[in-house]
């Protein structure tokens, strides 16, 4: 099986966006973890066989890289709060200026909550939101089946509380 890089970049451009929003909170760093995502996937790309799932491989190597790129971000200086990051939709056409703004309200609240997560709890979340089976996840992240469910349990329940105090019943 021959598999085209740009093809499956361009299949798995939304995993790839979701991870590089989850692990930043500036626009440029969005914008470099996203380039850094791309260049170790095109790296990785010939040691491929094909064995797992073409969307384990990308999400194996996309959260790996969002790991290590937070971790030397930490080094460099501290995180600034998400605050001033906006979300877009990217397409809404026939959908009023006021439901467009409260969906985009309430993205950007669920991105700045999934950021206050940890980051073993964010890589999960965002597995889940992407309707992933337990045992995909598990083989994703390397923990058992049984463990996916406990830690989508607390992170719900921690997600949930999260989305409260940020005051998401009043958007």
């Known amino acids: 099986m021959k598999l085209d890089f740009k093809n499956i970049v361009d299949e798995y451009n939304g995993i790839l966006y979701k991870i590089a929003r989850s692990y930043?909170?500036?626009?440029?760093?969005?914008?470099?973890?996203?380039?850094?995502?791309l260049i170790q996937l095109w790296q990785s790309f010939e040691r491929f066989k094909g064995e797992a799932k073409v969307s384990t491989w990308i999400y194996r190597v996309s959260l790996n890289t969002a790991l290590t790129f937070q971790k030397k971000q930490k080094k460099q200086f501290s995180t600034n709060p998400i605050d001033n990051v906006s979300y877009k939709i990217v397409e809404?056409?026939?959908?009023?200026?006021?439901?467009?703004?409260?969906?985009?309200?309430?993205?950007?609240?669920?991105?700045?909550?999934?950021?206050?997560?940890?980051?073993?709890?964010?890589?999960?979340?965002?597995?889940?939101?992407?309707?992933?089976?337990?045992?995909?996840?598990?083989?994703?992240?390397?923990?058992?089946?049984?463990?996916?469910?406990?830690?989508?349990?607390?992170?719900?329940?921690?997600?949930?509380?999260?989305?409260?105090?940020?005051?998401?019943?009043?958007?």
């Not at 930043?24 to 995502?37: G, P, R, S, V």
């Not at 406990?150 to 329940?157: C, G, P, Q, S, Y």
């Open 24 to 37: 930043t909170t500036e626009e440029a760093d969005f914008k470099d973890l996203y380039q850094e995502m």
């Open 92 to 171: 809404m056409s026939g959908v009023g200026e006021e439901v467009i703004f409260q969906k985009e309200k309430k993205i950007e609240l669920l991105y700045k909550c999934v950021n206050l997560l940890k980051k073993d709890d964010r890589a999960i979340i965002l597995l889940h939101l992407e309707e992933k089976k337990y045992d995909e996840i598990a083989e994703i992240i390397g923990i058992t089946v049984s463990h996916v469910g406990v830690k989508l349990m607390r992170i719900k329940k921690q997600l949930f509380q999260l989305l409260k105090e940020q005051g998401y019943g009043r958007i």
